[in-house]
């Protein structure tokens, strides 16, 4: 006759959801708080071992993207409260589209501008009271000195 196993197995599975919750409460915490995030890390703060973080695939392919996001920073980990959202860059980038394109059109307009107004300098006859700019010639300055007294 064999034993009832329900229990033992209801057991395992309540412990082993228990355990996911530490480990992925504690990467969340870990990521919040802008800590470097590390297999070892990960464990030593939900109380589990490496292997076991290793042998969840889907915790760690998180450790993993959080490793790889705080070693790409260059300065301290910015904590994911402070980070900028992909929406938030994205509308960011597209503010910055909109003003170079508007800086563009300005641009272009001034250009137009400013060759008409040369066009028409060039083209307007000269007047009168405006002779040919002459050329300037050195003088030599001649000292005197006077007496001294």
């Not at 802008?34 to 076991?52: C, D």
């Not at 300005?106 to 700019?133: H, I, M, T, V």
């Not at 010639?137 to 007496?147: E, H, Y």
């Amino acid at each position: 006759m064999r034993p009832d196993t329900t229990a033992i197995v209801t057991a395992a599975r309540r412990r082993r959801e228990l355990t996911r919750a530490k480990a992925i409460r504690a990467l969340h915490e870990l990521d919040h708080a802008g800590t470097p995030i590390t297999f070892e890390i990960v464990a030593h703060t939900a109380g589990v071992s490496r292997s076991w973080l290793y042998a969840q695939a889907d915790i760690r392919a998180e450790v993993q993207r959080l490793r790889a996001a705080t070693q790409r920073a260059s300065s301290a980990p910015i904590p994911a409260s402070q980070r900028a959202s992909e929406t938030s860059v994205h509308a960011r980038l597209q503010a910055a589209l909109e003003r170079n394109r508007t800086l563009d059109q300005e641009n272009q307009r001034l250009r137009r501008q400013l060759a008409q107004a040369l066009g028409e300098r060039r083209q307007s006859p000269r007047e009168a009271s405006d002779p040919k700019p002459e050329r300037v010639q050195k003088r030599r300055a001649s000292v005197t000195i006077g007496p001294c007294h």
